[in-house]
């Protein structure tokens, strides 16, 4: 069987937890099936710890690493567009500086890409963790099949950002990530599937990922529930999505904006997540 190449693309900046960037970067070095290049995008000056951390893999897998370094901070999604450019590969895992992939994710997506040529965009579950990768206490669910992503996509992300590999030229055909602060991964993938991708999500946990007890509380802010409805707004706009989808947006996160943290926790459990 054909074995693709592909590269890993990650962004970095200032405020990163050092161990857990380091953690990160070793499950992608340990996958069973090794990537070809690992891409890292500092965005901006980094602290002394994290630019230690760099320079240290840089100079080890010389021929993995490929650095991008941005004088200032641009935020996310113009920071990933500089890496999906200089990637050598078609194929692009993302992947945070925070969390930790399965020893399989890599060659499971890799293996559906060999199967499926027409595949542009893949991603999976992931099985969420507070202190100790050993100890999960939730798993977000996505929908897996493309119909089932389209309609769902109208409302919610179908994705979970850092589990995403796609095809490199499928993004830049799509305009790569816009210069928004928030949900930009949301808009990339919205107009992706709207324009004739292909997508998918593996029925399966390939990715631990780093929750926190106060995310609900942190994201309980006007500022970010306003931002999530201005862009159903505009994917209306453009057809994406139906009125009856804005308004659904526009109520359940003004819903969110008001309620008191024990009615999201008991929402998230039931109805976004399947807890353990």
Request: proline share 3%; with cysteine; glycine share 4%.
């Amino acid at each position: 069987m054909t074995i693709l190449k592909y590269s890993v693309l990650m962004s970095v900046y200032a405020g990163e937890n050092p161990y857990y960037f380091k953690q990160s970067i070793e499950s992608m070095l340990n996958q069973s099936l090794p990537p070809d290049e690992i891409i890292i995008v500092k965005d901006g000056m980094l602290t002394v710890d994290l630019e230690n951390i760099v320079e240290g893999y840089k100079t080890i897998w010389t021929n993995i690493f490929t650095i991008v370094s941005l004088e200032t901070n641009v935020g996310l999604g113009r920071a990933l567009n500089e890496g999906i450019k200089i990637s050598r590969n078609e194929l692009i895992a993302r992947m945070d500086t925070d969390d930790i992939s399965k020893i399989n994710r890599c060659e499971v997506q890799v293996n559906q890409f060999l199967k499926d040529k027409d595949l542009d965009i893949l991603g999976t579950k992931i099985d969420e963790f507070y202190n100790s990768p050993d100890e999960i206490v939730s798993s977000r669910l996505v929908p897996i099949e493309h119909k089932e992503i389209l309609r769902f996509s109208r409302r919610r992300n179908p994705f979970n950002h850092p589990t995403v590999m796609f095809k490199k030229s499928s993004v830049l055909n799509n305009g790569g990530y816009k210069n928004y602060r928030r949900n930009q991964d949301l808009d990339l993938f919205v107009q992706m599937i709207n324009n004739g991708c292909k997508s998918k999500n593996i029925d399966e946990s390939l990715l631990l990922f780093r929750a926190n007890k106060d995310n609900l509380i942190r994201r309980k802010s006007w500022e970010k529930c306003s931002s999530y409805i201005k862009m159903i707004y505009n994917f209306w706009r453009k057809g994406y999505s139906s009125f009856n989808d804005l308004i659904f947006v526009t109520i359940t996160q003004c819903v969110f904006f008001i309620s008191p943290p024990f009615v999201l926790e008991w929402i998230s459990s039931n109805f976004l997540r399947k807890k353990y």
